[in-house]
Nanobody, 124 residues
């Protein structure tokens, strides 16, 4: 089985910073990519940032470019989202997503899993 565990959310004042972490655990054989999404109340879930495993190509939503940075630590199967210059519009539940392959006793399988989400609240 594969699990994604997120951490790092919380309450921060406008202009502040937070760093989210997402660790993938299980019998992981490969991780094709990892990404961060967010969902604000009454809104659809949207992609915030993603990183490709092949060449570390990154993708960002226009609303976070220049403020957020996604990175990863391959040996630790962990992705990070460094968020700076936060505004109230960044308030949302942030979800980590990972795609890859894992092993079972009998086979190799693909996975596409989400984390449980971590709340980020930007307020004075």
């Amino acid at each position: 089985q594969v699990q994604l565990v997120e951490s790092g959310g919380g309450l921060v004042q406008p202009g502040g910073s937070l760093k989210l972490s997402c660790t993938v655990s299980g019998n992981i054989l490969s991780i094709n990519g990892m990404g961060w999404y967010r969902q604000a109340p009454g809104k659809e879930r949207e992609l915030v940032a993603a990183i490709d495993d092949f060449d570390d190509t990154t993708t960002y939503a226009d609303s976070v470019k220049g403020r957020f940075t996604i990175s990863r630590d391959r040996p630790k199967h962990t992705a990070y989202l460094q968020m700076t210059s936060l505004t109230p519009e960044d308030t949302a539940v942030y979800y980590c997503r990972s795609e890859g392959t894992y092993s079972t006793l009998a086979s190799q399988r693909e996975y596409d899993y989400w984390g449980q989400g971590t709340q980020v609240t930007v307020s004075s």
